[in-house]
């Protein structure tokens, strides 16, 4: 158990809809980082928030967006859903964005599927 | 650009030991770590090499050559629950190596077989 919890566990869209997937972390974690993952793949950096602020983006369209809340609590959203975003969406919190290897703490994850 | 190197499989029997090797291409480097997933999972922390030289944790150690570039993951006494994927990362570099931001590596999958 890391504390980092995520919803929904699974879900399946359709192309063109809209997602969003949410993630609790863990008390006190104030950075929240999200991560897509898919199958056999490691995983790849969308953004990071930090008390409620982007604090760096990886290599993501527009249409991957982002939320942050008081209480350090976090939303993906996804627009116009493609079949390549059909993946394993993690979230990871720490105390900081300067947090080392054995601070950051993953979530199960979202599993997304689009149809 | 950033990238790792790893094996995409190894296989080995119950009670043996198994290296999985990490090469990595950055234009800065602030320390490799460790993951391990089960079955697309939360990947769980196991290692993390700042500076040269080994480092152990019970049945795993983690060995980090900077000169080299390279890393691996050493996994003794092995048992069937360590059957998993195997991921190295680093921190990204462009971002002053800020914590959070974490480039991983294509993991390799570990078969251990009774």
């Known amino acids: 158990e890391t504390g980092v919890t995520q919803s929904p566990t699974h879900l399946i869209k359709t192309r063109g809809q809209q997602v969003t997937l949410r993630c609790s972390s863990q008390?006190?974690?104030?950075?929240v980082s999200w991560y897509q993952q898919a199958l056999g793949q490691g995983p790849q950096f969308i953004f990071q928030?930090?008390?409620?602020?982007?604090?760096g983006r990886g290599n993501f369209p527009p249409r991957f967006s982002g939320l942050q809340f008081p209480n350090y609590s976090s939303e993906l959203n996804v627009n116009a859903l493609e079949l390549d975003d059909s993946a394993l969406y993690l979230c990871?919190?720490?105390?900081?964005?300067?947090?080392?290897?054995?601070?950051?703490?993953f979530g199960e994850g979202s599993w997304l599927t689009v149809v | 650009g950033q990238s790792l190197e790893q094996p995409s499989e190894v296989t080995a029997v119950e009670g043996a030991i198994v290296q999985i090797n990490c090469t990595y291409q950055?234009?800065?480097?602030?320390?490799l770590s460790w993951y391990q997933q089960h079955d697309g999972g939360a990947p769980t922390f196991l290692s993390y090499n700042a500076l040269d030289g080994l480092e152990e944790t019970g049945r795993f150690s983690s060995f980090l050559s900077r000169s080299d570039s390279y890393g691996y993951l050493l996994l003794q006494e092995l048992q069937m629950k360590d059957s998993a994927s195997y991921f190295c990362?680093?921190?990204?570099?462009?971002?002053?190596?800020?914590?959070?931001?974490?480039?991983f590596g294509q993991g390799t999958e570990l078969s251990v077989k009774p």
């Open positions: 990871a919190s720490s105390l900081s964005p300067r947090a080392s290897g054995n601070t950051i703490y």
């Open positions: 928030y930090y008390r409620e602020e982007e604090n």
């Open positions: 950055t234009s800065g480097f602030y320390g």
């Open positions: 990362a680093v921190r990204d570099p462009r971002e002053g190596g800020q914590g959070g931001k974490l480039i």
């Open positions: 008390s006190g974690h104030n950075t």
